[in-house]
């Protein structure tokens, strides 16, 4: 079967209605209309599954882990121990180990700066992002940056929201320490090409931290195959939990670094004089973590794999398709990344109404979009824009709520007529 037969096969095999049964949340009615949340991008919502999970653990299996020896502690450590794996098998990490839970990819990412990066970064070293990152993969590189006198360098992205690789290339020089990008960007939906990021970086012994947090429920991620040295997600925009998120990060590397928070369970020994520290992972999750979070978390790997990014993709490859095209023929409405390899995320602006505006007043057609500068305020300024409005598709949306969209947004132009 060719790549496009088999593309349309997954298409095919993709029920989108039976899938929209998953996620309770979507017959809400919101003033008067059936919701249509086009604001996946900040979070996704959550299938029954993980709901269930979520109830379930609490409702009969809630207890502190690595502390009891009665039945239930034991219970919930083989569940936390177990959504570990999930996560392995979602990412396709070598080894359980190298699958840190923490809050969000916010902490994922501070914890490589403050851990990785106050090890190996020096005065005049330097940490390479590029200029389409969410604050939060710029922020903690700036603190750590201030704390050694190290700095950062941009590289920088085109009028279409493309990444310059050859410019990304020129600026690895002798005192790159760090290369940390974002892997699918939430503001302009660019897909960065990692693998090639990753090989141009090594080839000159640099290693790379990717931002996967967009990309991880779009499309198959395997680090193995990318040859990543970090991976950082958050759970709750891979239809989980809020207040989970995982660092993956090669075992060597998470090895040598020392612990980001001190605490109890990352211990082998403590007396006042020494402290030693535990095994991989456990070094790095000071304190009783997230335990529901993580096994909700697991359960949300388990139904994406379930249901297969080969359908997810091509669904929403066909919504990115069909909704570039609908919001194109809205008057003087203009698309902020247009970038060749891109997933379905739809950001504009449109002439003479302030995106806050639209987002308003499609809201009372029952439609949730996003406006404001989505955490990435350079993107905004590279775009000569204050703010935008985005539309992000994930696997339950359908073509009727585009549809919903677009009629929400020919309110708007009525209202502001240009
Ligand atoms: C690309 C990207 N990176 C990082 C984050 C931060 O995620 P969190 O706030 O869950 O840590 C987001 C969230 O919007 C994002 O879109």
Redesign the pocket.
């Known amino acids: 079967m060719g790549t496009a037969d088999a593309a349309t096969a997954a298409g095919l095999s993709f029920d989108v209605d039976r899938i929209r049964q998953d996620f309770p949340i979507l017959t809400r009615m919101i003033r008067e209309h059936r919701l249509v949340y086009l604001d996946n991008?900040?979070t996704t919502q959550k299938p029954k599954p993980v709901l269930d999970t979520l109830s379930r653990y609490y409702s009969t299996g809630n207890a502190n882990i690595h502390r009891g020896v009665h039945m239930l502690s034991e219970e919930a450590t083989a569940a936390y121990s177990q959504a570990r794996v999930q996560l392995q098998r979602l990412l396709n990490a070598r080894d359980a180990r190298e699958i840190v839970f923490t809050r969000?990819?916010?902490?994922s990412i501070n914890l490589v700066a403050q851990s990785y990066g106050r090890r190996h970064l020096g005065p005049g070293d330097e940490v390479l992002i590029t200029h389409m990152e969410?604050h939060?993969?710029i922020v903690p590189w700036q603190l750590l940056c201030e704390q050694v006198g190290a700095r950062i360098q941009v590289a920088p992205i085109d009028d279409s929201g493309t990444l310059q690789l050859d410019e990304l290339e020129r600026l690895i020089g002798p005192r790159t320490r760090l290369v940390s990008v974002?892997h699918?960007?939430?503001s302009l939906g660019t897909i960065n090409p990692v693998k090639q990021i990753v090989e141009i970086a090594h080839a000159r012994g640099v290693p790379v931290l990717i931002?996967g947090?967009?990309a991880v429920y779009h499309m198959p991620v395997d680090v193995q195959t990318i040859d990543c040295d970090f991976y950082?997600l958050?759970g709750?925009?891979l239809y989980g939990p809020t207040g989970i998120?995982v660092l993956y990060g090669r075992e060597a590397l998470l090895d040598q670094m020392p612990p980001y928070q001190g605490g109890g369970d990352m211990i082998r020994s403590v007396t006042f004089e020494k402290t030693t520290y535990a095994d991989l992972p456990h070094k790095f999750e000071a304190g009783t973590p997230h335990i529901a979070g993580a096994i909700g978390l697991g359960a949300a790997a388990d139904y994406l794999m379930t249901i297969g990014f080969d359908g997810i993709g091509a669904h929403e490859a066909d919504l990115l398709a069909y909704g570039t095209a609908a919001l194109s023929d809205v008057k003087g409405l203009r698309l902020i990344g247009t970038a060749t390899n891109k997933a379905s995320i739809l950001a504009f602006v449109m002439k003479g109404v302030h995106p806050h505006d639209i987002g308003t007043i499609v809201d009372t057609e029952g439609v949730a979009i996003r406006t404001g500068h989505?955490?990435t305020q350079p993107v905004m300024d590279r775009f000569g824009v204050p703010a935008t409005a985005r539309a992000s598709v994930a696997m339950y949306n359908t073509r009727d709520e585009i549809d919903a969209l677009v009629r929400a947004l020919e309110r708007v132009r009525e209202m502001f007529p240009v």
Request: proline share 0%; hydrophobic share 20%; with cysteine.
């Open positions: 991008a900040a969000n990819s916010t902490e969410h939060s993969n974002v699918l960007s939430n931002d947090s967009q950082a958050t709750h925009k998120g989505h955490c």
